[in-house]
Structures are given as C-alpha cells and as structure tokens.
C-alpha cells in the first residue's frame, strides 16, 4: 500500500512536472525580459547587441574600439569585426567576460554598469533595456549563429530643408535583413552631427533640432552601415539671390557659354537659392585679371598685362586670357609644379637624378597636354631605370607596399585607404581585404633604381596573418596565382565608370581654382562625407573625361563661370559662406608664388641653392632646394599630401617675418631693385605709386589711396627722407592682406 | 541501489530542474548513490530522486520531445519558442588525481570529478569564486589548489584537501590578488605560486597564508607558471607576449624572451631532460616555441594553422602536443618542429589539456563543458 500511494503521488508530481514546467520557463523569462525584442525572440549577438556596444559608445575609438583596446578587452571599431567581437567576449581568457551560470556576474554587464571598477564609469543602468538584452543572451547560452544578416538600412529624411529653427525632426532607421524582415532600429542607431554646436539631437528618441542656419551634415550609423543625413536651414528670409549684383540673372551669355559652364552655375545658384544666400556682384576686371593669372600661372600679371587688358572693350577678353594663359609657358611650369606636389616628388636618400628625371616626364605631360588617365595609367605601369624613366620614380615616392596603396589610393581615388589598415573603415566601404589586397599588388613591385617585378613580394594580411590575396580595392580578389595586378588595377581605375578616379583630379581642380573642394578634404572622399554639390561634382567628372581627362579644359570651364568671377567681398548676407560660392574665397598664396610675387614686385630675384640667378620659386625641382625665403613661407616638403598638411601658409611665423623680417625689409630698396631704379630714374612719387600698385595689387590705387599717398609723400623733404616713406610705401603692399592672397 | 547506473547529464538538469520546483533552493548532486541531496536546512530528507526518475520515463521522454520541437522551433527569431538547451560553461582545466581514477574539471559552476577513463560525470561542487582558471595538485596529491576570483574584484587560491574525501573542502584561502587568478604552480607541498589577471605573480606560503615574494614585471595578465627542476627559478608568461625568468628567492626578474608575437597562453617543462632545461609556450601567434630559460635562448619553433592555447609534454619528453581554438591537437616533434599528428578533439576552443602520466591518453575540455579521452599512439 505505501508503495502504490508513493507511485500514486510520484505520478502526480510527474504529472505537475509537464504542466509547470513551459510555465515555469516561460513566467520566469516574461518577469525578467522589459526588453524592445519580443519575449519569444532569440537574441542575435551581431544584429540585437552589436548596435548596443556602439550606441553606448564601447566599441568607439577612444574606448575598446581603440587599436589595443582597453583594460586589455579589445572590441573592433564600431563592430566592424563581429565575429572578433565575440570571440573576444566568451573566448577570450576561458570566457571570463560572460557568466553563463549567473549572467547579472557577468563582467560585460558588471562593467558598465559600474557595478565592478570600470575605465569608462558607469555606462547603463542595471535595468536598462540593454543590460536586459545582454542578460538574456547570456542567459539563452551567449551563441553567435544567425541566420539574417543586415541588407541595408534606410533612414527618414535623408534630406530636409528646416525653415524654423524651431521645428524639430524625427529621425527614424529601419534594418532590412537578409530574410526580408523589417525591423524599427531607430532606437540602436547612433546620429551623430559633424557639428555638434550647430544640432542636438536626443540619443533616446533621435529628435532632431537645429541651433543654427545653414547646411549641416549627420551620420546615422547601424551596424556596418553609415549614412549621411543632410540638413539645410536658410541662411536668410526671403532674400533674392540677386540682390547684391548688378544685374538679375548674371551674364552667362556674355562668356562663353558652353554645357558645362552654365552647369557649374546652374548648381551653384541652386543650393544658394535653397539656402536664400544672396551672391556678391561680380569681380571687377582687374581682380578677375589677377586672379586667374594666379590661378593658372603662378604668378602675378604685369602692370603692362593689368593696363592693356583694362584698355579692352572685347566682350570675350576674359575668356581670350584664359586661353593665352592655358597655352602659355608660365601655365606649363606652375601645374608641373601642381603635379609635382600632388605626386610628392621629392628627393630621397640623395636620389637626384630620379628626382629630376620624374619632374622632366611630368612637365612634359603637361606641355604635351597628355590626359590625365594616361598619366596615371604610365606611373602605375612604370618599370625600368628610375634614372631614365620618369614615371617610375612613382615606385620611389614611398617606402613600402603598403605605403604605395595609400599614396595611390588618396592620389587617384581621393580616398583614405590608410584607415582600413589596422580594421575595417569605420566610415566608409573600404575593408582590410582592400588595403592589404592593394598593397599586394604594389608589394610585387621592386622599388630599386631599377622598378621591376618581383614575384615573390607579398604583404601578410593582419587578420589571416597568411599572404594577402591581390585585390581591385571594393572590386574583387585577382587569381590567387597573379603575379601583377597593376594592369588590371589600371584598366579599373581609368575605366570611365570608375567613381573615383575622374572625380578626385576634378575635384583638386576645383579647389585650385575656388578656393575648396566639393569634397573636402580632397582626399577624403567617402559617402559619409558627400559633397557640397554632388550633381556638379559628377557634371564636372563627366565632362572631364569626355573631352579625355584633359585638365586645361577643366580649369579653363571653371575659370569662365559666373562662381568663378564672382567678388570675394562679401555682403552682410552671405559673409558667413565658406563653402557655397556665394562670393569668392580669399587663397593665401603659396609659398612658391609668394616668394615669386615678392621678387617680381621688387624687381630683386631670390636665389635658390646651388640654382641659377633667376630661378623662380615654381620652377624649381626639389621642394627641400635650400631657401630661407620658401622656409619662412611655409613650403610643403611633400613627405605627405601637401592639402592636408599643416604649414605655415597664412600662419602668424609668415606674417612676422613678412613684417619684420629680412624677406622684405633686406630688398625693397636695394640697388638694382625696381624701387631704386624708379627712383634713379627720377619718376615722380605718386607715379611709381601708381607702378608698384599695378605690379602688385593688378590694379591703379582708388582715389582715397592716391589721396592718402599724396598726403604723406613730401617733395619737399630730402631724398633719404622720400625715399624711405616709399620705401614704406612698398612695405605696405607687400605685407597687406590684398598681396598676400589672390581674392 | 548501488546498481544504479550513472545518471546521465540529461537526467541530472531534470532532477535540478524537480530540485528548482519541488525544494527551491541550491543543492549538491550526489548521483552515484542515487539521492538528491538537499543541503542547508535541518529539516531535509533524502529525496528518492531515481525513483522519480525511473517512474517518469515515459513522460521524460515526451517533455525531451516538446524541449526538442521547441528548440528546432526557436532558431527561427519569429517563432514562439524559447526553450533552450541550459547554458554549459567551458572547461577551464583539468587535474588527474594520483590514484590515477578521476579527472577533475573546473569551469563557472565548479569543480567537476569525472571518473576515469570513462569520463562520466560523478560530482560536481560548487566554488566561492565565479571564475575557476586553474586547479593543480600538491605534490604529495593531499591537496588541490584551486585559481580563480571574481573577476576585477578580486583573485583567490582556494586551498582544498583531496584526501578528507570527494567533497574538496576548503582549508584555507589565499587571498591577495586584485583581478582573478589565471595561473598556479605548486613549488613544493607548502609554497605555491600563482599569477593573475593583476600582472602579479605571489609565491605563497599557504600555511601562514602569508606572502613570500611577489614578482612584478608582466606589463598584462600572467596566463601560466613553471617551476624549473631546480625549485629556484620560475618562468612565467601572459597576455604581454614575454616570457618571464625569475629567481624565487630574490624575486629578481632574470630575464625577458620576447620571440612571441602575440599572447602566449600556457607554458609546459620538458620531462626527463638531460642538459638545460626545456620549456615549450603556446601562444595566439599559432606558434609552439622551444626555450632553454637558463641560458635565455629560443631554440626552435614549430608553426600550425591555428592560435594555440595549451601546450602539454607527452610522457617521455620525446614530443609536445599542443591543444588549439579550433578543437584540434597537434603532436609536435621538437627536434625536426614538425607536427607529427593532427587530432580533432571538440567543436571549439580547447582550454586545458592533461597527459596522462603513464598511458598514451591525452584528455582535453574546453567550450561547451566538452571533455574528451584522446589515445595518442
């Protein structure tokens, strides 16, 4: 009997067991899970926690994201790396960072939320959604396998005019998977302002408000991916573009009014109309005439080039100087010069000879007017005797192959390569596949006085540590057996649906001739960092490599648009516009046409190294010739891009030495010099005024200035006494803002 | 009942699982005598948990069922199904005992003894610590050392004895380390040493429970230990990449091997070893190094395809075999460094390795609790 009731009672319990048992799980899981995910979901490491690590900031470059890590927890930057991520997690160190029998011990969860010592202080809350998630994959056993990956991610707006600063914007993600589902991943993306002054927005409920006018630029980033978002507030109300010029509708059939022109300004008028940003009237004659002569040649025009053109009536003047600019002489010697900095020549190790040889084939690309595709295509092809060869001194720019891949990349993609060395770009596309993949094929390349293949050259892939495969950056893997990858990469680069290669030159031209890039910085071109006018941008590429990547025709198109000739004297509306051509952007000159410019104002050449008397600055072959003049002014030794360096071109060492210095002070008035020989020659006052006006500034002094002058240079004083007030005179020109700049 | 059979782990999670429903409260399991034990309170009574077991078959079999249709259900996130398997925590390392009969494992939920060498699971007892690193045997085999700590707080030896029985209690507590325990070394039956996730590594006393020395030179976390024949020097090595020689007596830091180039995980003496002593490393730069600590020499080093993560000498110093994070064991000649054999153990990573003393048996756990017998010829 009391052994059937024990069996009586065990088959009730037993009974029971089933019954309690779903609830038991089920109620002990419903309590615990305050979580967004529903009950029943598992949760996904990659999708449902990887996103939380970058919203709170975990896997950020100053945190565990960083190259070493943190505290010795290593994640991959922005979760770039996943399945890294993971291992480093519940692999690492005998899975001490998750503790799959009490997860609230757990050390992903202790950490942040302070509950143990942390680095970064208390991050969450022990009841915070995210803490529940950890929790609860920790608790479903910390597994890594899924079975959806994120296809993409679409943001609401990615454009939006903002009228009232008042107004506020909803931002919203959603996720799309690869097994077509939809998710809401609003909560788990990051937005993040370029310019944190100019918008706040709300991390919890990614509300968006303005604090300032103007064109501003977010990045929404969820998983791997990151999109731009663009804001435009007006700068002004209800102004009329216009208002400023002289005429209503700027004169665009006056100038030669070619496709790509009227794109130009057609682009430009548009965004300054969408921003009510009202443009400056057109320069005048003599500042238009000096600064495309800057611009395109280097150097200033002569009072004799500043007094004829002003005589002439000729509707079309502007665009017949720009044409006698381009094929001139001086046009050839400045844009070698351009090249040269953009390629980095320079000499290395004492390699002289190389150096020369390069400068001579890239000045005679640009006399010859050789498209720009074919440059590249003749430097990445390069092979033979660097001495000889000119182009193959490319190979001997840099030291190693990875250094090459990143020389190519920023040179012809206008890309940063450089940061998916160390992990996947954080902001872009580009992956350790790429640039390890690149610097393979430039690591077959032996880069000896002789540049010539070398089969065996690899370059071992950091995270594989085995040899990486040769790889088109973004493309695709060559054969595991090429040996050189550089024609296929060539074929890629200058294919005319290549996105980058057309737009980066494009781009530099611009900058060259504005003042600043569409993007910029001009070698960071990424579409987390669009450009200002995207549609020009690809007009301008468009039309560069339909007239065969010819750089004279870029410039000379933007050298006859309206943006181009517009005043830089800035109104009271648009004075703010650094980046929408609303008037002209003032460009410190470089230290080359300065230190040219000075010369030819004072008639007193420099002398440069061992160089001939005469040499100018422009002209010369290696950046680091001896020259205290250049040294004062700020030269880019070309060691990295000369656009992003940080010189002293308009810096307060430039201005003092200008000021006080033996630049200026040592030569205005030797024997010999322009000053002096007016003087000698017993020109009056007031007219070589007049001279040193037209030969620096391009144009004859205002009537104010003439007064002025007139004014303070006595004839009645001694010769010594005149001749250091227009001494002074000169000194004030050279050292004005106006001079030092091309506007 | 004591022809019970051994009750299997399926069987265990449900009598905790009756345990979590029936009692509610933390017990410790004692299968082979059949009884569910349940400890903390005057009032318990032996449970005839077998009988509940045996009488409940059938609907053992169906709930397995509804668990596994739940379980294939839930994979997909959009089906209304969480049952999933119970979390098993990975095997951190392993201990023979000298009697040859058990295994001892330790991972998150405890000190796990397995008969050997059928490796079935016999008993399992709870630890302070959260984390167990490393366990180790005094020489006399009288007592276990047990390394580990919660993790950033704090890193402790449990020093626990063999010999009172199965039930490993606790004789003392060697407390002094600020992050847990990753590493010990017993130098002789009273002193023991042991290095943590702190950078440190503490010489012992464990009688006093006193420190002797403390060895400062790891720039991060120690990950294993050694004792070279003459009891005087120690070698040491971590997640800095650089394996550290050391006098005990004076703490001086000998010298530096830096060949490694990226975490080196666990460090093995070579047995029967005439000349300079041997130590082989094992380390994520998928590299086994050969060294002669003495004299601060590398001598050679055998490559694989994967990060290694245990090191172990086979009983005649004649070969090394080194364990991986990708489930596989390589032997290793070290004369030619060529590896000999390649032998696939788990799924996973392997976290400790043992070679038995006097067999051909390698046993290995890792990820998963997987444990597993390798007879390597």
């Not at chain 2, 709930?63 to 089906?79: F, I, M, P, R, Y």
Request: charged share 20%.
């Amino acid at each position: 009997m009391k052994n059937n009731h024990q069996k009586h009672i065990t088959n009730i319990l037993s009974f029971l067991l089933i019954l309690c048992y779903p609830i038991y799980i089920n109620s002990s899981y419903a309590v615990d899970n305050k979580n967004p995910l529903d009950s029943n979901e598992r949760i996904n490491f990659e999708n449902d926690l990887i996103p939380i690590f970058t919203k709170f900031g975990c896997n950020a470059g100053a945190c565990h994201g960083s190259a070493a890590g943190r505290g010795e927890f290593k994640l991959s930057l922005f979760g770039g790396n996943p399945q890294a991520d993971y291992v480093a997690i519940v692999r690492q160190i005998a899975g001490r960072r998750i503790n799959l029998m009490h997860p609230e011990k757990s050390l992903v969860i202790l950490k942040p939320t302070a509950q143990t010592r942390h680095g970064g202080g208390r991050v969450l809350k022990k009841n915070d959604v995210p803490v529940q998630l950890l929790h609860d994959w920790i608790r479903q056993g910390a597994r890594y396998e899924t079975k959806r990956h994120l296809k993409n991610v679409h943001i609401t707006p990615k454009k939006q005019i903002v009228s009232d600063l008042k107004q506020t914007i909803q931002l919203k993600a959603s996720a799309h998977f690869s097994d077509g589902t939809t998710k809401d991943v609003t909560r788990w993306t990051v937005f993040t302002p370029e310019d944190t002054s100019a918008i706040k927005i709300n991390p919890a409920t990614a509300i968006a408000k303005l604090n300032r006018r103007g064109r501003h630029i977010i990045i929404a980033r969820y998983l791997t991916e990151v999109i731009p978002i663009e804001f435009i507030a007006p700068l002004n109300d209800k102004i009329d573009i216009n208002s400023n010029t002289n005429n209503t509708v700027e004169k665009t059939d006056e100038i030669i009014a070619s496709n790509i022109v009227n794109n130009i300004d057609t682009e430009i008028r548009k965004l300054l109309a969408t921003l009510r940003l009202p443009v400056s009237a057109n320069a005048d004659d003599a500042t238009f005439l000096r600064r495309v002569t800057l611009d395109l040649t280097g150097r200033l025009p002569t009072p004799e080039h500043v007094n004829a053109f002003l005589a002439k009536t000729d509707t079309k003047k502007r665009e017949t100087w720009v044409d006698t600019l381009l094929a001139s002489e001086e046009f050839n010697v400045y844009w070698t010069m351009q090249l040269a900095k953009l390629f980095r020549v320079r000499s290395r190790d004492r390699n002289t000879q190389g150096v020369y040889t390069y400068h001579q084939w890239l000045s005679k690309q640009i006399r010859d007017g050789v498209g720009y595709d074919k440059i590249a295509r003749s430097v990445i092809l390069a092979t033979g005797d660097s001495h000889q060869v000119g182009a193959a001194n490319f190979y001997r720019t840099v030291d190693g192959p990875r250094e090459q891949a990143e020389l190519m990349s920023e040179l012809f993609m206008g890309a940063r390569l450089r940061c998916a060395n160390c992990h996947n770009h954080p902001l872009d596309k580009w992956t350790q596949d790429d640039y390890h993949g690149l610097a393979a094929i430039f690591a077959k390349i032996e880069n000896e006085q002789i540049v010539r293949l070398k089969p065996t050259g690899t370059v071992i892939h950091p995270v594989t540590r085995e040899k990486a495969q040769l790889r088109i950056p973004g493309e695709r893997f060559l054969s595991v057996d090429a040996v050189d990858g550089r024609k296929e990469l060539a074929d890629w680069l200058t294919d005319p649906a290549n996105p980058y290669f057309a737009k980066a030159i494009v781009n530099r031209l611009w900058k060259a001739m504005m003042g600043r890039g569409l993007v910029e910085p001009v070698d960071d071109f990424r579409s987390t960092n669009p450009a200002t006018h995207p549609d020009l941008l690809t007009a301008l590429a468009d039309d560069f490599i339909t007239n065969g990547y010819d750089l004279r025709h870029t410039l000379r198109q933007i050298a006859l648009s309206n943006a181009y000739a517009r005043s830089a004297n800035a109104t009271p509306q648009n004075r703010t516009d650094d980046r929408f051509y609303s008037h002209a952007l003032k460009k410190p000159l470089a230290p080359e046409v300065l230190a040219d410019a000075i010369s030819d104002v004072l008639g007193v050449p420099d002398t440069y190294g061992a160089e001939p008397e005469g040499t100018r600055a422009v002209a010369l072959i290696d950046p680091n010739t001896r020259s205290d003049a250049l040294d004062i002014l700020g030269r880019c030794s070309r060691e990295t891009f000369c656009e992003t360096s940080v010189g002293a071109a308009d810096g307060l060492q430039r201005k003092l030495h200008l000021f006080n210095g033996d630049l200026l002070n040592a030569r205005i008035g030797v024997p010999g010099s322009r000053l002096d020989k007016l003087i000698t020659s017993s020109t009056l006052p007031m007219d070589i005024v007049r001279e040193f006006y037209l030969a620096a500034l391009s144009r004859h002094p205002t009537h104010k200035e003439q007064t002025f002058w007139k004014q303070h240079i006595d004839v009645n004083v001694s010769a010594n006494t005149q001749r250091a007030t227009l001494e002074d005179m000169v000194w004030s020109l050279l050292t004005c803002n106006e001079f030092v700049t091309n506007h | 009942m004591n022809s019970l059979p051994t009750i299997s782990p399926i069987r265990q999670r449900l009598i905790v699982l009756c345990q979590h429903i029936f009692v509610g409260r933390d017990s410790e399991i004692a299968p082979t005598d059949g009884l569910l034990m349940v400890g903390g309170n005057s009032d318990s009574r032996p449970f005839q948990a077998h009988q509940l077991a045996l009488n409940s078959a059938l609907i053992l079999i169906t709930l397995s069922l509804l668990c596994l249709t739940l379980s294939v259900l839930s994979e997909d996130a959009h089906q209304p199904a969480i049952l999933y398997s119970t979390p098993t925590a990975p095997i951190t390392d392993l201990v023979l005992t000298e009697d040859g009969k058990s295994v001892i494992a330790s991972s998150q939920a405890g000190l796990h003894i397995y008969e050997y060498p059928t490796l079935n699971l016999q008993r399992t007892i709870k630890t302070k610590a959260h984390n167990i690193h490393d366990i180790a045997f005094s020489p006399d085999g009288k007592l276990l050392a047990v390394g580990g700590g919660n993790p950033s707080v704090e890193g402790t030896v449990e020093i626990r004895s063999w010999s009172k029985g199965r039930s490993l209690p606790i004789l003392k507590t060697l407390k002094g380390h600020r992050d847990s325990v990753t590493a010990i070394s017993w130098r002789d039956s009273s002193t023991i040493v042991s290095g943590g996730l702190d950078r440190q590594i503490i010489l012992w006393d464990i009688h006093k429970e006193k420190q002797i020395q403390v060895f400062k030179g790891h720039s991060k976390g120690v990950s294993s230990l050694c004792f070279l024949n003459d009891n005087n020097t120690l070698v040491s090595t971590g997640i800095d990449q650089n394996i550290r020689v050391w006098n005990v007596t004076t703490g001086e830091l000998l010298r530096s091997l830096n060949n490694h180039t990226m975490s080196v995980h666990d460090l093995a003496l070579r047995p029967n070893n005439s000349g300079s002593p041997m130590v082989a490393s094992a380390s994520d730069d998928q590299t086994v190094r050969f060294w002669q600590p003495s004299i601060g020499r590398m001598v050679k080093f055998a490559r694989v395809k994967a990060p290694l993560l245990n090191v172990a000498w086979l009983n005649d110093g004649s070969r090394v075999a080194a364990a991986s994070n990708d489930g596989h064991v390589y032997i290793i000649n070290p004369d030619t460094v060529e590896v000999d054999t390649v032998h696939p153990a788990i799924d996973g990573w392997i976290y400790s390795m043992i070679v038995h003393p006097t067999n051909s048996d390698i046993i290995v756990g890792g990820a998963n609790g997987q444990i597993k017998r390798l007879v390597v010829d």
